[in-house]
């Protein structure tokens, strides 16, 4: 257990359709990253969050934003869904920059 | 621009036998750090070693080392004395300086160990 949680485990939606992640880091870590896993394009960076300021932007759509509150936990929110944003939506958070990312166990997005 | 590869799709091995896990990566920062993360089947990303690029020694935890051959710009993985639990997929992954501390990673390896 890598102390990440992530809610919901899976999420059936349709096209068109918002849906919020959300994600808790391990106790103490400020800095939350939140990655997109599919088949064709691997495991890809989407954003980071660090004390509630956004850090660092990967390749994240126009139609995803996320935010992370005063308590730390993180929220992904993915709108305007297509078939093509079906895939595995990792958290990961870290307390340094030589320390490893400890990844969530995952929210399977699944979008019909 | 920065880049993980790992050209091996899939590797077979047999119990109780070495592997290794072939990883380049290509980056113009002089302080970096190279990390390796197992995925088994259930999903969930386990990290297993880390290697910063100012280090003289080669990193070790339990039976994971990871060969870091800084002039040719890779970082393998090896794995001795293979479990049949070792079956998974395992990623690569770096951070640079200039990128803050967010992981870029390679496509993946899967490794698929028999009895």
């Known amino acids: 257990d890598s102390g990440v949680t992530q809610t919901p485990k899976h999420l059936i939606t349709a096209t068109g359709q918002r849906v919020t992640l959300r994600c808790s880091p391990r106790?103490?870590?400020?800095?939350v990253y939140w990655y997109q896993q599919s088949l064709d394009q691997g495991l890809q960076f989407l954003i980071q969050?660090?004390?509630?300021?956004?850090?660092a932007k990967g390749n994240i759509l126009e139609r995803f934003s996320a935010q992370q509150f005063p308590d730390l936990h993180s929220e992904l929110n993915l709108s305007s869904l297509e078939l093509g944003d079906s895939a595995l939506y990792f958290c990961?958070?870290?307390?340094?920059?030589?320390?490893?990312?400890?990844f969530g166990p995952g929210t399977r997005l699944t979008v019909l | 621009a920065q880049k993980i590869t790992q050209t091996q799709p899939g590797m077979f091995v047999q119990e109780k036998e070495a592997v290794t896990l072939d990883c380049t990566y290509d980056?113009?920062?002089?302080?970096?750090?190279l990390f390796w993360y197992k995925q088994p089947s259930s999903g969930e990303m386990i990290f297993l070693i880390y290697?910063?690029?100012?280090?003289?020694q080669n990193a070790t935890e339990g039976r994971y080392s990871l060969n870091f051959q800084k002039a040719r710009k890779s970082a393998n993985l090896v794995i001795s004395a293979s479990q049949l639990g070792d079956s998974a997929m395992y990623f690569c992954?770096?951070?640079?300086?200039?990128?803050?501390?967010?992981?870029?990673f390679g496509k993946g390896t899967t490794l698929s160990v028999s009895s």
């Open positions: 990961a958070s870290s307390k340094g920059w030589a320390e490893g990312l400890f």
């Open positions: 969050y660090y004390n509630g300021e956004e850090r």
């Open positions: 992954a770096m951070r640079w300086d200039q990128a803050g501390t967010a992981l870029i």
């Open positions: 290697q910063g690029s100012y280090d003289e």
């Open positions: 106790s103490g870590d400020l800095s």
């Open positions: 980056t113009s920062d002089q302080s970096y750090g």
